[in-house]
């Protein structure tokens, strides 16, 4: 009796722990070239799996394209210098990184470059 239970402890243990490997993801984006947007902040989600930006950015032909610029985990962000307070709503950012592969105006953010010209990366390159 002791053996089965200790078996299926073991057995429920290895399954959540699948499930939770499984909930990590890649970004679909496309790693062909580098995009770079400039805008305004409008909302900020600051909270894991991705702290989340979304930027009023005027278009080419004078429109404004509302963009998402999505940062790793907070802990890695905090590693290169980051806090909740880095970027602000109202702020003007630029930021740059990958691309959707749909399409989308979704970006995987690799570095940003804030009104003041400060320069700050997300991955530590």
């Known amino acids: 009796m002791k053996t089965l239970l200790v078996s299926a402890v ?26 770079t947007v400039k805008g305004t902040v409008k909302e900020i989600s600051w909270m894991n799996p991705h702290p989340m930006f979304t930027v009023d950015v005027k278009a080419a032909d004078g429109r404004t394209e509302t963009w998402t610029i999505g940062g790793p985990a907070i802990n890695r962000m905090e590693a290169n210098g980051w806090t909740a307070t880095t970027v602000k709503v109202g702020d003007v950012m630029t930021g740059t990184g990958y691309q959707f592969m749909d399409g989308q105006k979704i970006i995987r953010l690799e570095r940003v470059v804030l009104a003041d010209g400060r320069e700050l990366r997300v991955y530590g390159r």
């Open 10 to 35: 073991v057995i429920l243990g290895l399954m959540s722990t699948g499930v939770v490997l499984s909930a990590h993801h890649s970004w679909p984006v496309s790693y062909e070239k580098l995009v």
